[in-house]
């Protein structure tokens, strides 16, 4: 086995997407014509995949305000707020975000791998259990991992349709007993009727 080993899989796998339209990783935008649209092999064409919702990157008041601030600050603050300090319009984000949803102090990470890394990391740890869906995102288990927390995996879709059938087997149970005490007191029977 060697260093690239791994990454053979990955090949393996991209390549069951050979002939087909798109393959993830592979597919190139040529221009950003919109929040929804962009163009993609000569075509003008909806993204649906993206987490822009409310549209906000082409929002003429957002993309004022960032060209102001990549003129006073530059084009990014160039290192962690750990070895260089925070920026006071950082600063003031997080108080805002905080004020508008009632918190005490809010933190503002820039990708949501990040914030899910570094909640659940720097939250849980070693004394921990966390239950986790099949379907979290994986920054969670990340997160989860790097706390050193137990993790219970649990498809939570599929937990909760076990529980709704067990309830109603609950409920039917008392059904199906009357009904069985019909079948033998009727020649007919009842549990057909009750089946059906
Ligand atoms: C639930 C959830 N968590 C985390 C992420 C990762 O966010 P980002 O792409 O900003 O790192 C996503 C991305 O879509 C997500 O849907």
Redesign the pocket.
Known sequence: MDLLDKLRAVGARAALFDGQVCRPFDTVFDEVLGPCEVRFAGRRVLMFGS?NYFGLSFHPGVQAAAQDAVGRYGSGSTGSRVANGTLRIHEELERDFAETFGKRYGMIFS??????LCLVAGLCSTDDTILLDAAC?A??YDGARLSGASVVREDVRQAVIRAVLAAVNRRLEPLIADVDLAATTSPTGGREDLRR
């Open positions: 987490n990708t949501g791998f990040q914030a899910n995102h920054s969670i």
